[in-house]
């Protein structure tokens, strides 16, 4: 069974300064094909001890977006700062005092881990490239984390094939934690597992975050999932962040076209009739990131577009307090 999460209601903690400060990030890829661009100028914070669920259909940039957080994709432009500090710039030996503090958790564990390594020393290796602790006092670490995401000792000998895909990403996750990171990126977690094994990893999320005040971008095409472990949520759409808002807030009252789409979407008894208008209709696909439509990137699909959202690129505004911001010229 899921577990609430407390954190919900830990909203005066976002009035404080955040962990990460994401400002006109911007990856562009040249191809044969031309510039892709995968993300396309957002800008986000995210508070210790808070997780942000970033949302959105496949090929949106979402991964990309996390992957550009933690520089194992290089920005065409825009700032990362973490406490302050710019990340953007930094040669890759003055940026690996900082990925301590930043680690990542994939959604295909099976590719993440090395087959030719044992458990153990898959864990122990970023404690090992850090210079932290000796190899008696990094193997006592390597036990106690394999404790912490319900793993036995014995778990270290082993390699991964050994392993189901659900304890896999426990072991993906407790690398990602072995360096006491501030955030953690998990891109799509939970997607490749059976629904019972996805709670068992949704519940392991939020104890360690209850005990260890790790902050999490959880992002997700899942909707359902988002709604159960997000403080707030973002809505990416074509490399843009299109809306932001309290968890609640979103769910309740969502500002901009495309959100309520993706909301309408969710098979859900509570909200059937409830919210007019349909889902995201899956044989209208994604425009090319090639060549974006122009204005409001979502306005050919959107019923309420006007020749203003052609034409013009909306700003992330507040639209209702709270912090609740969205993209668009009609809300």
């Known amino acids: 069974m899921l577990q609430s999460n407390p954190l919900y209601r830990s909203t005066p903690e976002l009035k404080a300064k955040p962990l990460l400060a994401v400002e006109d990030l911007a990856v562009h890829y040249r191809t044969a094909r031309g510039t892709s661009r995968a993300v396309d100028g957002i800008s986000l ?84 490239v850090h210079g932290i602790g000796s190899l008696a006092e990094r193997r006592a670490r390597v036990a106690r984390l394999l404790a912490d995401v319900g793993l036995p000792a014995d778990a270290a000998a082993r390699y991964p094939h050994a392993f189901s895909g659900g304890q896999r990403q426990r072991i993906g996750l407790a690398r990602a934690i072995a360096l006491e990171p501030d955030l953690v990126v998990c891109d799509e977690p939970v997607s490749a597992l059976d629904v019972s094994i996805q709670a068992q990893i949704l519940n392991l999320l939020h104890d360690l975050q209850a005990r260890r005040g790790v902050a999490f971008l959880f992002i997700s095409h899942d909707l359902s999932v988002v709604e159960h472990v997000s403080d707030r949520v973002a809505v990416m759409y074509l490399g843009r962040i299109v809306e932001i808002a309290a968890r609640e807030a979103l769910w309740r009252a969502p500002a901009h076209p ?68 969205v993209a668009c010229h009609l809300a």
């Not at 995210?46 to 997780?51: F, G, N």
């Not at 432009?77 to 500090?85: K, M, Q, T, V």
């Not at 008894?269 to 060549?291: F, K, Q, V």
């Open 258 to 325: 495309y959100t309520r789409k993706l909301l309408a979407a969710v098979p859900s008894l509570e909200r059937r009739g409830r919210r007019a208008g349909r889902g995201i209709d899956h044989h209208d696909t994604l425009p090319s990131p090639y060549s974006p439509p122009s204005g409001c990137h979502f306005h050919p699909r959107c019923p309420m577009a006007v020749e203003r959202c052609r034409a013009e690129v909306p700003s992330l505004r507040v639209t209702s307090g709270a912090g609740h911001r």
């Open 45 to 128: 914070e995210i508070h210790q001890s808070e997780t942000l669920g970033l949302v959105g259909e496949s090929g949106c940039g979402k991964s990309t977006l996390g992957r550009a957080i933690l520089r194992l994709v290089e920005p065409s432009r825009g700032s990362i700062r973490l406490d302050g500090r710019e990340l953007v710039g930094l040669s890759q030996t003055a940026l690996r005092g900082e990925r301590r503090r930043l680690q990542m958790v994939f959604q295909d564990s099976g590719a993440a881990l090395d087959p030719r390594w044992t458990v153990g020393q898959l864990i122990e290796e970023p404690l090992r």
